[in-house]
């Protein structure tokens, strides 16, 4: 199967995943209006959504898998970093799956120094998942958000209507 890049962008835009996100969203932070970015310069730096002042960053998979997909390099043709690798202009990362309803909504700067902290181990703990797009592929690691929820500091899980936060002890 190959990706596109609209396709995924318009419907990461979808009322479906733009309802889900918002509903997630005002179960942590409160009742908002959410401002989407507007343009390809904020989406590139990591903002697809603005709430309460805080910028945000989504990422929604259509299908179901226990894992989030650490995508390290965005186009192996040009070396372009992922998502992952790139320090993101957001203050919060959201990411779900519109199948089961779900997301976990993160402060991006505990999200990121996860990552850091753990990269090395699971990159080399988890295979690589490649995604060919039209000219190029896309190269991501699959984490079980298991192990991820185990790490991190803080999160907030919002499940159908449902929203629970998390802190782990370090």
Known sequence: MTNNFKEQL?????????????????????????????????????????YKGFKIEHKMRTIYYPDILFEIVSNDNTNTLGWAEKKLDCDVFVYGWLPINTVYV???????KTWEMNKKVWISKYNRKVAKN??????????????????????????????????NSG
Not at 106 to 112: A, L, V
């Open 134 to 167: 039209d000219t190029y592929n896309t190269i991501s690691i699959p984490v079980p958000i298991t192990e991820l929820l185990n790490k991190i500091d803080q999160y907030w899980l919002y499940e159908g209507s449902c929203m629970t936060g998390h802190t």
């Open 10 to 50: 318009k419907a990461s835009d979808s009322p479906e995943v733009t309802q889900l996100v918002w509903r997630a969203l005002r179960s942590v932070f409160g009742a908002s209006e959410m401002i989407p970015e507007g343009n390809l310069t904020e989406q590139f730096k990591g903002i697809d959504r603005y």
């Open 106 to 112: 993160f402060e991006y700067k505990d999200f990121k």
